[in-house]
């Protein structure tokens, strides 16, 4: 099966999309995901975006995990999302996309994209136990599921992520499992940040997780309403409002071309 495909990443959290209007390719989604987001025999990404058309707006983006499963949410992915739209002429600037239970506004300007990711729900407070050692955070949604730790080891948050990221990720206390965020403070208007996402292991950026991190750190009084989140892809702006909160960050193309792919429907 061939098929058109458009790569781009957003601070290195890249994505493959895929035009599926007439969904004819739904039962193939996982799949597809699974075969184009390997780096030895596909493409290589950290999932796939579908474009379908919406029953809540124009068009509806589904998000497919490496792994094959699929998210409710992807703050990065919108971003190249909402470009990848304007570039085909499917939408202008200012654009309205379904992704899981919501629909978000979002607005491009150059490289540049800004989106309205919604409220952010705390859920409460956790500690869970991971072999010998055990974590404190915050469960939140977006969406989407987090659980955020903040650490003042500002070091070892790369370390922890990879070490405990996957194990936290699957742990009894999350059974649709989670992202995971290791969170440290610099200072009233920046956090550090290393996001272990779930269905697809430590990335370079997550979207939902510095936007559910902000809001929580906010919320706990660490940081102000203007916050900018560090990532080890790059920074975004977050702003904080009553309207939900504002996600700012570039979006980039990598690739456009032709995939050939060996699936069979269920």
Not at 86 to 103: C, F, H, M, Q, T
Not at 208 to 226: D, I, L
Request: neutral net charge.
């Amino acid at each position: 099966m061939k098929i058109q495909v458009t790569k781009m990443h957003a601070l290195g959290n890249s994505y493959i999309i895929i035009e599926d209007l007439d969904s004819k390719l739904e039962n193939l989604y996982r799949k597809i995901a699974m075969m184009l987001s390997d780096k030895n025999f596909g493409i290589g990404s950290d999932g796939i975006l579908v474009l379908n058309k919406g029953k809540q707006a124009k068009y509806r983006m589904r998000i497919f995990n490496p792994d094959g499963s699929e998210a409710e949410m992807c703050g990065n992915g919108i971003r190249m999302f909402a470009k990848y739209l304007l570039d085909k002429n499917y939408a202008s600037n200012e654009a309205e996309i379904e992704v899981g239970s919501r629909v978000v506004k979002t607005f491009v300007e150059g490289n540049m994209v800004s989106v309205n990711m919604g409220k952010v729900e705390i859920i409460g407070e956790a500690e869970i136990e991971v072999g010998l050692t055990k974590f404190k955070g915050i469960k939140a949604s977006i969406g989407n599921p987090h659980f955020i730790i903040f650490n003042n080891e500002k070091d070892k948050l790369k370390q922890y992520t990879l070490n405990y990221g996957y194990l936290i990720e699957n742990h009894k206390e999350f059974p649709n499992r989670t992202n995971v965020e290791f969170a440290y403070v610099e200072d009233k208007r920046k956090i550090k940040l290393y996001v272990w996402e779930r269905g697809a292991g430590m990335t370079l950026a997550c979207g939902s997780g510095a936007c559910a991190t902000a809001f929580v750190a906010n919320h706990y009084g660490y940081v102000a309403k203007e916050v900018k989140v560090e990532l080890p892809g790059g920074t975004l702006f977050i702003n904080i409002t009553d309207e939900g909160v504002i996600m700012k960050g570039p979006v980039a193309y990598i690739l456009r071309g032709e995939a050939y792919l060996d699936v069979v429907g269920d």
